[in-house]
């Protein structure tokens, strides 16, 4: 039994202001045992957001594979750790976007952050096009073999479904083929690490807002949510955790 993980992603969004709200989403996750929470802030407001969290985790939205050096403007694992993060995203569609990073990067990120003890999220998807040529599940299954560790140790990895056309649109992908791609992902998974493939936690993320969340959370394969918009209020995250607590 996967249970529920809720994580929000706060994106180049947020303040000190805004660390109100982590608190009251803090305060509603406690409310809500049977299902994990967490929000990934930008890298400044990590430490901030960590004494305001009362427990709730805190992660990042993107780690540099190595672990010091001559990067310019790049954070490593140990650093994020170092000043409370528990967890980080690697490979959002928006970083693969907007840096080029590929599968192979995705990885080494994913390796550096697991190697320090982080949960570590990483995001595939498909864009509009792929899907329309019949390509979804393809190019996710080829996403995953690039951007997954052989073997991992120290930490939980979690691989979220994020189709590039649904985030940030308002066009949610239907249930049915967010289960079918679920259980795709699924299939590499067991065939990739066998049983402990089985144990790897599914995110659903794209447009997922209080209305969708249930029908989202009931589909089979589906371990949670990864949210952007969404999550930047209580208002708006709070019901998503507690639908994730009745799935
Ligand atoms: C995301 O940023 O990962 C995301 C899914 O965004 P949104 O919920 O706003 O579509």
């Known amino acids: 039994m996967r249970r529920k993980l809720v994580v929000g992603n706060w994106k180049m969004n947020g303040s000190?202001?805004?660390?109100?709200?982590?608190?009251?989403?803090?305060?509603a996750a406690r409310r809500t045992p049977g299902v994990d929470a967490?929000?990934?802030t930008p890298?400044?407001?990590?430490?901030?957001?960590?004494?305001?969290?009362?427990?709730?985790?805190?992660?990042?939205?993107?780690?540099?594979?190595?672990?010091?050096?001559?990067?310019?403007?790049?954070?490593?694992?140990?650093?994020?750790?170092?000043?409370?993060?528990?967890?980080?995203i690697v490979g959002h569609s928006e970083r693969r976007a907007d840096h080029r990073e590929e599968d192979s990067i995705v990885?080494?990120?994913?390796?550096?952050?697991?190697a320090q003890g982080l949960q570590t999220i990483v995001c595939i998807g498909e864009?509009?096009?792929?899907r329309e040529a019949g390509r979804a599940a393809s190019i996710c299954t080829a996403q995953l073999a690039g951007s997954l560790p052989d073997?991992?140790?120290?930490?939980?990895?979690?691989?979220?479904?994020?189709?590039?056309?649904?985030?940030?649109?308002?066009?949610?992908?239907?249930?049915?083929?967010?289960?079918?791609?679920?259980?795709?992902?699924?299939?590499?998974?067991?065939?990739?690490?066998?049983?402990?493939?089985?144990?790897?936690?599914?995110?659903y993320g794209g447009s997922v807002k209080p209305d969708n969340a249930a029908a989202i959370f009931d589909t089979p394969?589906?371990?949670?949510?990864?949210?952007?918009?969404?999550?930047l209020t209580a208002d708006q995250f709070v019901p998503i955790i507690e639908a994730a607590g009745r799935g």
């Not at 000190?16 to 989403?25: G, H, K, M, Q």
């Not at 864009?127 to 792929?130: N, R």
């Not at 189709?163 to 590499?188: F, L, N, S």
């Open 38 to 40: 967490a929000i990934c």
């Open 151 to 203: 073997d991992w140790r120290d930490a939980e990895l979690v691989v979220a479904y994020e189709p590039i056309w649904a985030i940030g649109t308002g066009k949610v992908a239907t249930c049915e083929d967010i289960g079918e791609i679920h259980a795709e992902i699924r299939r590499h998974l067991v065939g990739a690490y066998g049983e402990r493939g089985g144990r790897i936690r599914i995110l």
């Open 43 to 88: 890298a400044t407001l990590i430490a901030p957001a960590v004494a305001r969290s009362g427990g709730l985790p805190i992660g990042a939205q993107d780690v540099h594979h190595r672990e010091s050096g001559a990067h310019t403007g790049d954070i490593s694992a140990s650093m994020l750790k170092e000043v409370g993060a528990r967890l980080v």
């Open 16 to 27: 000190l202001a805004a660390l109100t709200e982590v608190s009251a989403i803090a305060e």
């Open 107 to 114: 990885r080494a990120k994913a390796e550096a952050a697991l």
């Open 127 to 130: 864009s509009a096009e792929e």
């Open 221 to 231: 394969d589906v371990d949670g949510a990864l949210v952007g918009g969404c999550s």
